[in-house]
């Protein structure tokens, strides 16, 4: 840091400068030797004054008058108007003690000057050249060395001394000296006062010789302290518990540890009143009551009773004890308090007396009879007492209304807690409890409670105590400090220790409201007293600064190398941060000092930060691992009042991106990038055109797989669907071979039936062909000039019977205008055909064909078919133009899955189309458009050849009633002609029940005991593999036999059959021989196994079971039975529960497994045990019968004997010779 030396400015010699000052007009006073220079910074010029002497301070006033002292206490005042100095020599004027060195002077106004010597201060008017000791009326005061002089405001003058601090108002001449107190914690540290100083903010700075500095500011003296201070006048005792004013004005303070104090707030004296024994003292020394009743104070112990002291006499004139009906019920007294009417209640621990005056005694409150922790009495006449637990209680002795307020728990709205410590009423009749877990407040009008809690801005939720000021705020003591509440808007300010409270700590039920609007707290470190009104608010904005700087943890030192300080932080606006050194920590400070640690601060980082995030403790900033970018750090503050300073103090951060993201790096990678682009995409150019080459093979080769596939599929529907019309001509046929055609009737039914599938086989025949020609456009279509008005009517007219035969509503709607369009008359009729078939099959109650309007502009046709009852969905509208697709059977209609698909396919030939679409899901709409006119027209009308439509309407079903003496079947297929004739022919052995799907079929299982189920597999809805899949899984089915018939006669169509547990698997066509000695062969075989399972003793339960299902359910029926044998009321009832199952599923199961009741079941599993443990050899047959659970061992053997064929005896017997 470079100077420039201006002691080699002309007229100024080298030598010892001792004072510098500069005044208000830029003059600079320079005191040097012996000389005083004046610089004048404006022109320039500098003029010097020889004063022969040492110069020993030198000051300016206010109204820039220059003073200067020399060392023979002669005082030189610069008079401006005539350049020159005139000389006040003090010891002209003194009258007093002899003058000592003057060490510094201060002027008041215009008139005076104070003179701080090594003796005395003095005051010179120097216009009545008038010298005065300002100590004179003090006689305390000797001889004081004063160091400095300091002006405090226009009145006050504070003097910094050997012997303290003086404080000298000028106005009314008095002097207040503060001294160091060795047991005060809250006095000045060092009586040498060396230094003062008053910051902007009005705090005063005091620096002291060997103890420091000190501070000073009005706020911190807010509150006044009250404590012991021992040696000194003052508290006796720390714990303050009762505080109370006599109509002398006098303070009398309870204590729970040192007995009574008297303080006399016009002076500042205590008296103290001991519990020492002697005539006229208290009788102990923890008081819990105090309470001024004219010339009396009737004081309440908490383990002593009651003392009465005379005010005049200062003397305890009465005690009262606890005992009998005439006193208070205990010497624990808590809580005292004087009436308007001016009874004196004592609150104790077991309940509240009143003094009667008459009598002199006490006579008992029967409605307060608990630990009474506090009383109030409002205008209205009503008593309110808290209690410690039991809530707050009132009565009014007026109207005898009384009442009790209860904590409820869950009850927001009510008492907080039922741990009241006090209570108080507001200048708005509003009630206060001060409870254990906040504050309440109760409204009696409405009578609705208000709670305020931490949550809501309270120091603690311990609250002891409330006062009211004379602003109408609420004064709140709490276990962690004290509050101020506003009613108003509900905001509470809170006031610590560093506010210049003694302690956080205050006790219950302690404090005190003056006349004067004075309010004391008790403490558990002394007692405080302060007048709100006197409050001064700090209104200070502080300037807020960042004071420090550490990167990675570590203080930034300024200078260092690699440092990224260049100058303070303080000072810097700006810094750069390498990318391993982002994490960052900031430390900021708001020049408040009064109360600095309860300033706030707020921060905000851009760039990380979206709001702000406030501080109030710490302040310190930390923020981890900038990503590389710019930012910008925001702080504000405020002081210790919330006084918020909304200028921002700013720092700009860089953080550097690593190496490898610098612009070169990335270059270079642009550039390697490239290369390897390059690279990439010619091997991948290369890898495409060898690829392309293999898919262009496998995409012939997948083609041709497809071609096949599709042709195979093709013709395996094609098979299935000829398959079944074969079965109904070779059963037929083989019945009438192998009987008597004696038989007329059954003889031409059989044949109705073979000639209906010939005809049958025909059709889809030729459908077929057609259907092939007209994908492989080589249906030949010759085009002639048709009235397709005509053509509509006589389809129409040829399927009229069949769906008047359905009872469906049949209509064609035709315009009055004959169109005429050059269509392929046979093509048209069967896309007709086929469309009127379709609408009839599946309609509900209606079919509506219609030819839609046209005029002589259009260049097509369109004809409607409209049907309701199914319709199709939107998944399937295409999906039903597709070779064998069938969306839906019925029991009554199947189809062949060709009549659509050909439909569509010569609707195309003819340039035309063929659609579909709903109406809000309740009509299928087939739309017909074709061309009017065609490329190639014959101009003739072709012949339109008549096709028989046969209908074939099956008789209504009858109601099916079963004969019991047959086996019951379920008979699944979804073609209706082999349904009913397998059901013909099985009839005469078997009850059949029929379904056309897996569906249907499930339904008839819950509802009929089926022995046995023969299934088609390929169905709608649900086929036979997931029927039988279905059956076998489900505990209920899994004991059914299930055949399987198919068209489908391949290995893995089989094995699929059989691993889903089909018992049996016929191809058709198939003679109906072969299905029914299937059927009796697996019937047979299971009345087998259940016989031999019934006379066996050995055999177990697991035997009779055909599937793992039915083994895993047998076995654990078996366990349950076998776990409870012993219990003879073992029934279907409980044995339901056992097995999670309900009463007539379970007996439905064992019926079809066994043919057995459960009960018979129980019963045989009973004997079956007894058989092994006769066979044992281990026991005797009474102990076998018990074992089992019968009683009487002859019922037993009966039983056995009845189940086995032979008696227990015998069966043992036949054991042992086996072995």
């Not at 100083?197 to 911190?220: A, L, P, R």
């Not at 904005?541 to 550490?550: A, D, K, S, W």
């Not at 000039?785 to 359905?806: R, S």
């Not at 009966?1198 to 042992?1216: I, T």
Request: hydrophobic content about 35%; some cysteine.
């Amino acid at each position: 840091m470079e100077h420039k030396r201006l002691n080699s400015f002309k007229g100024i010699k080298s030598g010892e400068v001792r004072y510098i000052k500069g005044d208000k007009q830029d003059n600079v006073w320079i005191v040097s030797d012996l000389t005083l220079y004046h610089y004048n910074t404006k022109n320039r010029k500098i003029t010097s004054y020889n004063f022969n002497e040492t110069v020993i301070n030198i000051h300016i006033a206010d109204n820039g008058t220059f003073w200067a002292v020399t060392g023979s206490g002669i005082l030189k005042r610069f008079d401006k108007q005539n350049n020159r100095f005139i000389d006040y020599k003090l010891a002209d004027y003194n009258q007093g003690k002899p003058l000592s060195a003057v060490q510094d002077i201060h002027t008041i106004g215009d008139t005076a000057v104070l003179a701080g010597t090594m003796n005395q201060v003095l005051l010179f008017n120097y216009t009545k050249l008038t010298l005065t000791n300002v100590f004179k009326a003090d006689k305390s005061v000797n001889d004081v060395h004063t160091h400095i002089i300091f002006k405090q405001s226009n009145d006050e003058y504070w003097l910094g001394t050997e012997a303290g601090l003086y404080i000298y108002n000028i106005k009314t001449g008095n002097i207040n000296i503060v001294q160091k107190q060795y047991s005060n914690p809250y006095s000045i540290t060092d009586n040498v006062i060396s230094s003062i100083y008053k910051d902007t903010e009005g705090g005063t700075w005091v620096g002291t010789y060997f103890g420091g500095i000190n501070y000073y500011s009005k706020q911190y003296n807010n509150f006044q302290k009250y404590f012991q201070q021992p040696g000194t006048n003052s508290l006796n005792g720390n714990v303050v518990h009762e505080i109370c004013q006599d109509k002398y004005g006098k303070i009398w303070i309870g204590t729970e540890d040192a007995g009574l104090n008297q303080l006399d707030p016009a002076t500042g004296k205590f008296k103290h009143f001991n519990a020492d024994g002697k005539t006229g003292s208290i009788s102990y020394r923890n008081i819990h009551g105090i309470v001024a009743d004219d010339d009396k104070l009737w004081i309440g112990t908490y383990e002593h009773g009651l003392d009465v002291l005379d005010l005049k006499t200062n003397k305890v004139i009465k005690h009262y004890n606890a005992g009998g009906p005439t006193s208070f019920n205990s010497n624990f007294i808590v809580t005292m308090y004087k009436t308007r009417a001016g009874d004196i209640l004592v609150g104790t621990w077991s309940g509240m007396s009143k003094y009667n005056r008459k009598n002199d005694n006490f006579m008992p409150m029967p409605d307060f009879n608990f630990q009474v922790q506090g009383m109030f009495e409002d205008e209205q006449g009503t008593l309110w007492a808290s209690t410690y637990g039991g809530g707050v209680y009132y009565k009014n002795f007026r109207t005898g209304k009384k009442g009790h307020l209860m904590y409820t728990p869950g009850n927001a709205k009510g008492l907080i807690n039922n741990y009241v410590n006090s209570l108080f009423r507001d200048s708005r009749h509003n009630m206060w409890f001060c409870t254990e877990s906040g504050l309440s407040m109760y409204n009696p009008l409405n009578q609705q409670f208000t709670n305020y809690t931490v949550a809501d801005g309270l120091p603690n939720n311990q609250v002891y105590r409330v006062q009211e000021d004379q602003a109408g705020l609420l004064w709140v003591s709490t276990s962690n400090g004290l509050s101020k509440f506003n009613p108003a808007n509900g905001v509470f300010t809170n006031y610590h220790t560093a506010n210049g409270l003694p302690t956080e700590q205050f006790n219950y039920n302690s404090s005190y409201k003056t006349a004067d609007g004075t309010l004391y707290f008790g403490t558990v470190k002394g007692m405080i007293s302060f007048k709100p009104s006197a409050f001064v608010k700090n209104s200070f904005v502080p300037p807020v600064f960042i004071t420090g700087l550490q990167v990675n943890n570590s203080d930034v030192v300024v200078g260092e190398p690699k440092s990224v300080l260049q100058s303070s932080i303080t000072n810097t606006k700006s810094i750069t941060l390498p990318y391993d050194s982002s994490n960052v920590s900031f430390d900021v400070a708001a020049l408040s000092y009064i109360i600095p640690e309860m300033n706030g601060y707020a921060y905000k980082m851009d760039g990380v930060d979206k709001n702000w995030t406030k501080l109030k403790v710490n302040r310190k900033i930390y923020y981890t691992k900038l990503a590389p970018g710019s930012y910008t750090f925001r702080v504000k503050g405020s002081n210790s009042e919330e006084v918020w300073n909304n200028k921002e103090t700013l720092l700009q951060i860089r953080v550097l991106p690593p190496y490898w993201a610098t612009w070169w790096a990335y270059t270079i990678y642009a550039l390697i990038a490239a290369a390897i682009i390059y690279v990439i995409f010619r091997y991948y150019h290369i890898a495409i055109e060898e690829k392309n080459k293999r898919l262009i093979g496998a995409i012939e080769i997948n083609t041709e797989r497809e071609i096949y596939n599709a042709k195979i599929e093709f013709f395996t529907n094609v098979a299935h669907e000829i398959r079944t019309p074969l079965t109904l001509i070779k059963m037929p046929l083989d019945k009438l071979l192998g009987s008597d055609i004696n038989d007329a009737n059954m003889l031409n039914d059989n044949l109705n039936i073979m000639k209906k599938n010939t005809n049958r086989l025909i059709d889809l025949t030729n459908q077929l062909l057609d259907f092939r020609k007209a994908e492989a456009n080589k249906f030949s279509l010759n085009f002639s000039k048709t009235d397709i008005n005509e053509i509509l009517n006589e389809t129409y007219l040829t399927f009229k019977p069949a769906a008047d035969l359905k009872g469906i509503s049949f209509k064609l709607e035709l315009p009055r205008i004959t169109l005429h369009a050059f269509v392929d008359v046979e093509a048209l009729r069967k896309i007709l055909s086929n469309l009127f078939n379709n609408a009839i099959k599946y309609a509900g109650n209606t079919v509506f064909i219609k030819l839609l309007p046209f005029s002589s502009e259009d260049t097509c046709f369109n004809v409607e078919v409209r049907n309701d009852g199914y319709v199709v969905a939107d998944q399937y509208r295409e999906k039903i133009f597709e070779p064998f697709f069938r969306i839906k059977e019925t029991e009554k209609e199947t189809g062949t899955g060709i009549g659509l698909p050909l439909s569509r396919s010569l609707a195309q030939l003819h340039k035309g189309n063929l659609t579909i679409t709903t109406t809000d899901g309740r009509l299928n709409i087939f739309l017909l458009s074709l061309p009017i006119h065609q490329e190639t027209e014959l101009n003739i009308k072709g012949d339109a050849e008549e096709e028989n439509v046969i209908t074939y309407t099956e008789p209504a079903n009858e109601q099916f009633v079963p004969d019991n003496s047959k086996p019951l079947i379920l008979l699944v297929e979804d073609n209706k002609d082999i349904l009913n004739y397998i059901q013909h022919e099985l009839s005469v052995t078997y009850n059949v029940l029929k379904a056309s799907n897996g569906y249907e079929a499930l339904t008839a299982l819950q509802n009929e005991h089926i022995k046995l189920v023969v299934s088609d597999i390929m169905m709608p809805i649900m086929d036979g593999i997931e029927l039988c899949k279905k059956i076998k899984t489900d505990i209920q089915y899994s004991h059914i036999p299930v055949i399987l018939l198919t068209a489908k006669n391949s290995l893995n169509s089989k094995i699929e059959g059989l691993e889903v547990g089909a018992d049996a698997y016929i191809e058709k066509p198939f003679a109906f021989e072969h299905l029914v000695a299937q059927m009796s062969n697996l019937l047979s075989n299971r009345l087998l196994v259940k016989d031999h399972f019934l006379r066996s003793p050995i055999t177990h339960i697991k035997g009779i079971a055909s599937s793992k299902t039915d083994k895993d359910f047998l076995e654990q029926l078996n366990n349950v039975i076998y776990d409870n044998i012993t219990d003879m009321d073992l029934g279907v009832e409980q044995l339901s529960s056992m097995m999670n199952m309900s009463r007539p599923t379970l007996y439905r199961k064992i019926k079809g497994l066994s043919d057995l009741t459960p009960n018979e079941l129980i019963n045989i599993t009973r004997l079956k045990k007894a058989a092994e443990l006769l066979a044992s050899g281990d026991y005797k047959i009474n102990e076998v019968a018990n074992m089992i659970g019968y009683s009487m061992p002859s019922n037993f053997s009966r039983d056995f004997q009845r189940q086995f064929g032979v008696s227990p005896s015998n069966y043992m017997h036949e054991v042992k010779n086996s072995n």
